[in-house]
């Protein structure tokens, strides 16, 4: 589910008059790749990296699979390092190299068809009470057979969760839209789009929601001006509440025509389209500035890893991916030769784990290193599941994956971004995840907030690993990052490593293989 990790916006909102949310938004845009004891933030030390240990050492080309809901790869700062299908030839109508995805030159979509894309969806919860309405049309506790009572109960948890979900969804939607109501009267009566705090000082309101309005606006301005203020957090959460509403809690929602495919085959392999950027390519955007945004044209950004190419692979709408999209993404992404994949999405149900336990176990055999983002939903994962997830189906455990927790540039008690999901023997490594500033659509500049975006940053951190020491295998690079985290207490009881990745240390470990 993206919307650009909206979920841990809407919850930032809540803190945006903190000390947390003022002190992050002072730091340097590029914190995450600077060094926790020469720049005072708890970055990774990519910067030292490449100062110290990198300069006039050869490096090969990484191919980084960028699993998510499109890239735009035509921004200054992407352009140069996108991957190119070299072997198809554009526009011809056929499939020239032979792998069944006709005209894929730029990567490839699961989520678009003949019909357009696929951009909103629905939840995996949603779908599974929709599938399963159907079979317990008629069933009771009182004449369930025992074949099915599992299967039965199981659908009444999910039934429970799906209407808690939908109520709080409706709830959220009523109070975001009076609160969007009374703003735009607000600033209507003013006459102006745009107040300054001092604007609003000066404002008389006039009865009770004219105040209530003044006064979450007093509140709210001191750190920011009332546009982003309105747009990020405002309209952003007004828009998140009304998609759940609206599409994920749905039930008669279901925009799979568009693909054409067999929705409930999930060994179907060929299908999509050529549009890997998609009708909302920005959390993917945005992800893969983060891994290798281009280091040399002195525009933008700069991503951890300087030798890359960065493949587009849409599966991720705007709702829960499917499995069968997720299982081809990896698939194609691998058979066109990534070496490391960032999936920065996820969800609390799946549809058919097998399929993408396949899929993981092919990448794992040819040697890719898979890299998953925790969640944005402040849960122990020890206890509770966040899909895709590391663990087969018999128990066994993919040996190249790494489960990435975020982390804010603060080395005491708010390490943790607040949002993040965590558990001690589930998520092995946090990144910065907390007011990252990264590329996006249409040539711009975001920041943006989630496990989403420390995904990206162990994932470039991998890709620089194995283009400096292409010899290391997947299973190694996993083990180095694992092993050359910067220590914190903070994380010390809720993550695997206890750590924060560390590109400084990793390369120093790696030289040593």
Request: proline letters at 3%.
């Amino acid at each position: 589910m993206n919307k650009n990790q909206i979920r841990s916006l809407v919850a930032l909102a809540l803190l945006a008059t903190g000390p947390l949310f003022a002190s992050a938004q002072s730091q340097k845009k590029n914190w995450y790749n600077l060094d926790l004891k020469a720049d005072s933030v708890f970055g990774i030390s990519t910067e030292k990296a490449y100062n110290e240990l990198l300069k006039g050492k050869k490096s090969t080309t990484v191919i980084v699979g960028i699993l998510d809901s499109g890239v735009d790869g035509v921004h200054e700062d992407l352009k140069s390092v996108m991957w190119v299908n070299k072997k198809e030839k554009a526009g011809n109508g056929k499939d020239d190299d032979k792998n069944g995805y006709i005209d894929d030159v730029n990567g490839w979509s699961f989520l678009g068809g003949k019909g357009g894309n696929v951009n909103q969806e629905t939840l995996e919860l949603t779908r599974l009470i929709r599938r399963d309405a159907a079979r317990f049309a008629n069933t009771t506790a009182e004449n369930v057979s025992p074949t099915d009572r599992a299967a039965f109960e199981a659908y009444l948890a999910m039934k429970t969760e799906f209407d808690k979900g939908l109520a709080t969804a409706k709830a959220n939607l009523d109070g975001y839209t009076g609160l969007k109501n009374a703003l735009d009267a607000l600033t209507k009566k003013m006459g102006k789009e745009n107040p300054t705090l001092e604007d609003i000082k000066n404002f008389t309101p006039e009865g009770q929601a004219e105040s209530n309005a003044k006064n979450a606006l007093l509140r709210s301005l001191v750190n920011t001006d009332y546009k982003t203020f309105y747009e990020t957090r405002v309209k952003a959460g007004y828009d998140h509440f009304y998609d759940q509403v609206n599409y994920n809690y749905n039930l008669t929602f279901n925009p799979r025509n568009l693909v054409g495919d067999n929705e409930n085959d999930s060994n179907e392999r060929i299908y999509g389209s050529t549009d890997s950027k998609g009708p909302d390519p920005s959390h993917g955007t945005h992800v893969a500035g983060i891994v290798g945004a281009d280091r040399k044209n002195n525009l933008g950004i700069q991503g951890v890893a300087d030798n890359v190419l960065l493949m587009a692979v849409r599966n991720v709408p705007n709702g829960d991916e499917r499995d069968k999209d997720v299982a081809n993404a990896i698939r194609y992404a691998v058979d066109n030769g990534a070496k490391v994949l960032n999936m920065s999405f996820g969800k609390a149900y799946s549809w058919d784990k097998k399929v993408v336990d396949d899929a993981v176990k092919y990448a794992v055999s040819k040697d890719v290193l898979l890299v998953h983002a925790a969640g944005n939903d402040n849960k122990n994962l020890d206890a509770e599941t966040n899909f895709p997830t590391n663990k087969y189906e018999d128990g066994t455990l993919a040996s190249a994956w790494l489960t990435v927790g975020a982390s804010t540039p603060f080395n005491d008690k708010r390490l943790k971004a607040s949002f993040s999901n965590y558990g001690k023997t589930t998520v092995d490594v946090f990144a910065p995840g907390f007011g990252i500033y990264s590329t996006y659509p249409d040539q711009k500049y975001q920041d943006n907030n989630g496990t989403s975006m420390a995904s990206p940053v162990v994932a470039g951190l991998a890709a620089l690993i194995r283009s400096y020491y292409p010899k290391l295998k997947a299973v190694q690079v996993k083990e180095i990052i694992m092993k050359s985290v910067e220590k914190a207490d903070a994380l010390k009881d809720i993550s695997v490593t206890g750590g924060v990745v560390n590109a400084y240390n990793a390369l120093k470990l790696a030289a040593t293989y």
